[in-house]
């Protein structure tokens, strides 16, 4: 026992060696870093709702073009507009990377976020972006009915999500209704459908047996292990899984160009009110909306590009990006989240 | 107690109690900035469902992980399984995953969830924090009892039920309370098997954008645990003093299974198969398939994980460290309790320092937040490692102090008198017989508090320093994104990371 305490004491004493004299330098960097930024501006630091592993090497392109140091900070989307909401004023943070406009729009709401360059704005048709100008759409993702190849007939597949509560689909569909996807998706068929007929909808499908999920990832993962057949998810989490198990993965993705459940939703970009480095902040979002990246985005995360120059991804059977037009849905006027979500609990869809 | 001690250990004592309840303090804080929006979640009628499905989660899984681990600890520590003690550190490693993995993998490969789900994989995941202290316990009973019941005619059940029993239910109480804690509190788990229980409403309120919704259904959660707190403070003043009389000679009778031998070793393998094979099997196969359709090789995903390997085993032992000491002063206080009056009241007031433990670790987060932003002007800490492990200290004090005060109690003050009469200070008392008592429970303690460091998300995402990305990190980051074959070294690394450490608890519990 001795020598088992006696041993971790000694590997206790060489990992706390190190990290406590970075923990001291992490201080007095931060101070530095504090006195630095008022001075000269410091680092332009990012808040990131998308992963790391899918944006980290857009961070480092972006340094090495620039020149601009940049700080990023890695949380889901949720988290990070909820820890902005609670620093208010005094967050460190410069820019607010998004995965979905909801968590912008939050944090927009409450007056964090500055207007944008109108000519970063102008790139983007305007109902990807929001109405005050205060964040903007950086790429695409579109709504689709994953569905196994298997179990599915590709000829047979609905075209739009209200056919999902027939019969024949019982106990066969899986959704995420906690996840911001859905929920904007929610909102957006309460604009288009009105609330009566979404929660109608909302009420067929708990009794037609809808099974939940946390998110896009295990939708997919539980069609492909056959437990269901069909997911209401977002169009891009397929390629991950083809990339790693192969092109003849058991799934497909499904589009629904002219429903409300096939809509286009965005990654989207926001700067803080209280940056010090609006210029660098600009820089960021500039390059976020320029060719390449719209390109990048395209090649890979097998986003859509949203800036009206650049191609769509190979190989998609795309919506265009004037779909949302077609259904007159504007992503900065779906800021309505509350009441999709008081509509979620009274139809006990949410707890 | 010399007069300096008693009130250096009180001040000691309060401080840490201070910062362990602040996350109530935040809560509070959240609630009267919007009394509205917390009372308008709060006063909806399925927060009663929520808190009754809650509750009878949390009721379950305590007893059936107890139920487990006394029949798991029973089979290694008093008879003849095959095996015998060399079964603890393969059973003690489920602590070593993360529960959303392990929920995954049940689901995946298993097809549970729901309610059944959840119960099945919280029991697999914490039936570890009460097997390894009832090895302990049971090899250190008190035979004599157990052979006057077989003299008396009783069969090995009812001998076992009016004998041993008692003898453990100390051990059974603290880690219950431990692992009904952590069933109210966890969100990883319950959120892969769709469990509509207050972590997840708390969550969905966040998703919301609504934190004095959300708060106030965490105040729901916190009552619920200081219930719990108080309960087992009752339970303990009404019953009197413990089992101080300690087994000093090693259990001698080992019960013969004879037929039993088999199904005994299946219970044992079949346990270790689904609660660690089970989800580090879904991990391994992520990284084979995942290498099978790529260019990548083992050593090019492998070479990502080492430096958040670092980092986590830095956080984790610091933290380990941090919370044996914060646990000592208390241990202490509740040990002088046992012999004094007003000892229940102290017990009650140790209880509190538990709270950590059953608030969801979003809940601490964010109380750390607000916190270091207020004090940013005076101490500068904000997203510094400090604040960081200060927020694990409060979630792991907890964990370290069970252990301590259960070694604690076995330390009868006749010992320490006894040093005392011979002419020993009252310091080199503590140092020569006090410490070498109650150390094996503090180390014990510490390493509870490692592996649940190794695993934390919430907090780490919530309030680490920027770029300190950690294995738990890492692997959340790489999931989202559908990213399994750089994610399953992440998992691998944890169960790595965290076995060395499950060895040094086996060893301090086997003491």
């Given amino acids: 026992m001795l020598f088992r305490i006696i041993a971790l004491a000694i590997i206790a004493a060489c990992a706390a060696v190190p990290a406590l004299l970075s923990t001291s330098a992490t201080g007095a960097d931060q101070a530095g870093k504090t006195a630095e930024r008022d001075e000269k501006g410091g680092p332009l630091v990012i808040y990131s709702g998308r992963s790391k592993s899918l944006v980290g090497p857009l961070m480092d392109r972006f340094t090495s073009e620039t020149g601009i140091q940049i700080e990023v900070r890695y949380a889901g989307s949720t988290d990070m507009a909820n820890l902005l909401i609670e620093e208010g004023r005094r967050t460190p943070a410069d820019v607010f990377l998004s995965q979905d406009p909801g968590a912008l729009g939050a944090v927009g709401d409450r007056g964090l976020l500055v207007a944008l360059d109108s000519d970063a704005l102008q790139r983007v048709p305007a109902a990807y972006r929001a109405l005050d100008g205060v964040w903007v759409g950086v790429s695409g993702r579109a709504r689709v009915l994953a569905h196994s190849t298997i179990r599915c007939d590709a000829d047979a597949l609905p075209a739009s999500v209200l056919e999902l509560t027939e019969p024949h689909w019982r106990g066969r569909v899986g959704w995420a209704p906690s996840n911001a996807s859905f929920q904007l998706f929610i909102t957006a068929m309460r604009h288009h459908h009105g609330d009566d007929a979404t929660r109608r909808w909302l009420q067929a499908m708990k009794r037609s047996g809808v099974r939940d999920y946390t998110s896009n990832r295990p939708i997919i993962q539980a069609i492909a292990d056959g437990e269901i057949d069909l997911g209401l998810t977002n169009h891009y989490y397929l390629a991950g899984f083809q990339r790693e198990r192969g092109a003849d993965f058991p799934v497909a993705n499904h589009f629904l160009p002219d429903d409300v459940g096939g809509m286009m939703s965005v990654a989207g970009v926001g700067v803080l009110t209280e940056s010090k480095r609006r210029a660098s902040a600009a820089r960021f979002v500039e390059f976020l909306l320029s060719d390449q990246t719209q390109r990048w985005f395209a090649r890979e995360t097998g986003e859509f590009p949203l800036t009206t120059e650049a191609p769509a991804p190979e190989g998609a059977a795309a919506p265009d990006i004037r779909a949302l037009e077609r259904l007159d849905i504007d992503l900065g006027s779906l800021s309505d989240l509350r009441a999709t979500l008081d509509m979620l609990r009274e139809t006990g869809v949410l707890p | ?511």
């Avoid at chain 2, 840490?16 to 109530?24: E, G, I, N, R």
């Avoid at chain 2, 303990?236 to 299974?257: K, V």
């Avoid at chain 2, 140092?431 to 907090?459: D, M, N, Q, S």
């Fill in chain 2, 1 to 511: 107690m010399p007069r300096s001690w008693r009130v250096g250990l009180a001040i000691a004592s309060v401080i840490v109690l201070a910062l362990v309840v602040s996350p109530l303090a935040y809560i509070g804080f959240a609630i009267f900035r919007d009394p509205g929006a917390a009372w308008s979640a709060a006063a909806r009628a399925d927060v009663w469902m929520l808190t009754a499905r809650s509750i009878t989660l949390a009721a379950c899984v305590t007893v059936s992980a107890l139920a487990l681990a006394t029949l798991l600890a029973w089979l290694i520590a008093r008879t003849d399984t095959p095996g015998g003690r060399h079964w603890l550190i393969p059973l003690a490693l489920p602590l070593a995953a993360p529960s959303f993995l392990v929920a995954e993998a049940y689901r995946g490969a298993l097809g549970v969830d729901g309610f059944l789900g959840a119960w099945l994989a919280m029991t697999l995941i914490t039936y570890p924090y009460a097997l390894l202290p009832l090895v302990a316990a049971l090899r250190r009973i008190n035979q004599d009892l157990e052979l006057a019941a077989r003299s008396l005619g009783l069969g090995p059940w009812r001998g076992f039920w009016s004998a041993t029993l008692p003898q453990i239910l100390p051990t059974l109480e603290w880690t219950g309370l431990l692992i009904g804690l952590y069933a109210l509190s966890d969100y990883g788990c319950v959120a892969i098997l769709e469990v509509k229980v207050l972590t997840f409403a708390i969550e969905s309120r966040r998703a919301a954008f609504d934190p004095a919704g959300a708060a106030a259904l965490s105040g729901v959660l916190s009552l619920l645990a200081l219930l719990c707190l108080l309960g087992i403070g009752r339970l303990r003043g009404s019953r009197g003093a413990g089992t101080a009389d300690a087994q000093t000679e090693p259990i001698s009778i080992r019960i013969p299974l004879r037929v039993w031998k088999l199904p005994a070793s299946l219970l044992c393998a079949g346990t270790v198969a689904i609660a660690v094979g089970l989800p580090f099997a879904m991990a391994l196969s992520w990284w084979t398939t995942g290498l099978e359709h790529s260019s990548e090789t083992i050593r090019s995903t492998i070479l990502p994980a080492l430096t958040p390997a670092a980092r986590t085993l830095q956080v984790s032992l610091i933290t380990a460290v941090i919370a044996a000491i914060a646990a000592l002063p208390i241990t202490l206080i509740i040990h002088r309790g046992e012999y004094v009056r007003g000892r229940s009241w102290m017990e009650r007031f140790g209880a509190l320092a538990l709270i950590g433990y059953g608030l969801p670790g979003v809940v601490i987060g964010f109380a750390l937040v607000r916190i270091g932003l207020e004090t940013q002007g005076l101490f500068g800490l904000y997203q510094t490692l400090p604040l960081l492990l200060a927020a694990y200290a409060i979630k792991c004090v907890a964990e370290a102090l069970g252990p301590a005060t259960a070694a604690a109690r076995r330390l009868h003050t006749d010992r320490l008198d006894a040093a005392i009469g011979l002419g020993a200070s009252f310091t080199r008392t503590w140092v020569r017989v006090g410490w070498p008592a109650i150390a094996p429970g503090v180390a014990a303690g510490a390493a509870l508090a490692f592996l649940t460091v190794v695993k934390e998300l919430p907090i780490t995402l919530i309030l680490r320093p920027t770029g300190f990305d950690t294995l738990a990190f890492e692997l959340f980051d790489l999931l989202n994104e559908a990213r399994h074959m750089a994610a399953a070294p992440m998992a691998l690394m944890m169960l790595i990371v965290s076995s060395a450490v499950v060895w040094v608890l086996v060893g301090a519990f086997k003491e």
